[in-house]
């Protein structure tokens, strides 16, 4: 096992430039998670790392070798690809054990290989099929039980999940932690799902045109984002954006305000010198679906002047446990998650209470967090 140093990391391709200095350490036996749209940077530097692309500048180190002239065979890594990228014609054990008979390895050193990752994925009654004859999800088992008998110091997973129907993917996933839990193998994912990075991640590098936004724990990301574009990428529903300026309030218990179209709350508990310095100026009010509350259940927090606003509906979508509500605030478009139990309808004009502590503040100009 080892740790992943990527420092100042670009890659051009011509005039343009998919990952654009990019500074990332993964720690020895981390799951560090790559997130972000297509386009992104993601798997660019992922197959830089793999060495399966050459980098434009900087440097890669795996452990304290800097790799960046190594040849992928030699960097002690195992890839698992999206499409799996088994052989037709082999078996089960032939796939798994391809690798080790190019690298000359033993007969018994294969077979214990072999068999000890097969009884890990659960897949010893496998070995003897073709991969035709097996699902998506026994491939992809497959998949990584190639990766895993060849004991490298990294795996690196190109968005590994992404062919399998939604239960498969719940389940694999749940599979995946608890095999990095029994292994301890550094690995570095890519999706462009942020419910698989939230779920499967230690760390989570968030990435956008190339550029690192913001590297964190799940939660500090969820709770802290960096930027307008970390706080509307994490999380689903996605979190509400109005525009709307700080103003002074009437008393010391709420001296600053956050007011806009049709609504007029308490500012997020930001120090004081923060919110002196944006009076009277526009902002972007950032709060959470999770955060909005129908009025008429009882929510976590209690209806003040200073958290309640109208909202007339647009759409409910029933989902059993909670509603997914869009609705709009004067003109605000805004989508709120509210107990499944709530009575709002269609075009109804109900109350919303607000969480103001959970609410965010961005400067509208660099979409940065003010803190």
Not at 193 to 215: F, S, Y
Not at 330 to 358: P, Q
Request: aromatic content about 6%; proline content about 4%.
């Amino acid at each position: 096992m080892a740790s992943v140093t990527l420092t100042e990391v670009s890659k051009k391709y011509g005039a343009v430039t998919a990952v654009r200095s990019l500074d990332l350490g993964i720690r020895d036996g981390e799951f560090m998670v790559l997130v972000g749209p297509s386009g992104c940077g993601k798997t660019t530097a992922l197959r830089m790392i793999a060495g399966l692309e050459d980098i434009t500048g900087g440097d890669i180190k795996i452990g304290e070798r800097v790799v960046n002239d190594v040849e992928p065979r030699d960097r002690d890594i195992a890839m698992v690809f999206q499409n799996y990228a088994l052989y037709p014609h082999m078996s089960v054990y032939e796939n798994m054990a391809f690798g080790l008979k190019l690298r000359k390895l033993p007969k018994k050193v294969i077979e214990q290989r072999v068999g000890e990752a097969a009884s890990l994925l659960g897949i010893e009654s496998y070995l003897q099929r073709k991969p035709k004859e097996l699902s998506g999800g026994q491939r992809q088992r497959v998949a990584l039980g190639r990766a895993i008998v060849r004991e490298p110091q990294v795996f690196l997973m190109d968005e590994p999940l992404s062919n399998l129907d939604a239960k498969l993917r719940v389940q694999t996933r749940a599979e995946l932690i608890k095999l990095h839990r029994r292994l301890g193998i550094t690995t570095i994912y890519v999706t462009h799902d942020q419910v698989e990075a939230m779920t499967m991640g230690d760390r989570i590098a968030v990435m956008k045109d190339g550029l690192l936004q913001q590297c964190d724990t799940p939660m500090e990301l969820y709770n802290h984002p960096s930027n307008l574009f970390v706080a509307g990428f994490i999380g689903t529903p996605s979190m509400n954006f109005i525009k709307a300026k700080i103003v002074k309030g009437t008393d010391a218990q709420t001296p600053y305000i956050v007011q806009g179209d049709g609504f007029r709350v308490a500012a997020p508990p930001v120090a004081k010198e923060v919110l002196d310095a944006w009076s009277g100026k526009e902002i972007i009010y950032g709060i959470r679906p999770v955060d909005i509350f129908d009025l008429n259940l009882i929510g976590r927090i209690e209806s003040t002047t200073d958290n309640t606003v109208q909202a007339v509906i647009d759409i409910v979508e029933p989902m059993g446990d909670i509603s997914t509500v869009f609705a709009n605030i004067g003109t605000n478009a805004i989508t709120a998650s509210v107990g499944g139990e709530s009575k709002i309808k269609d075009g109804e004009t109900v109350k919303f209470v607000l969480d103001t502590d959970r609410g965010h503040l961005f400067d509208p100009e660099s979409e940065k967090a003010i803190v």
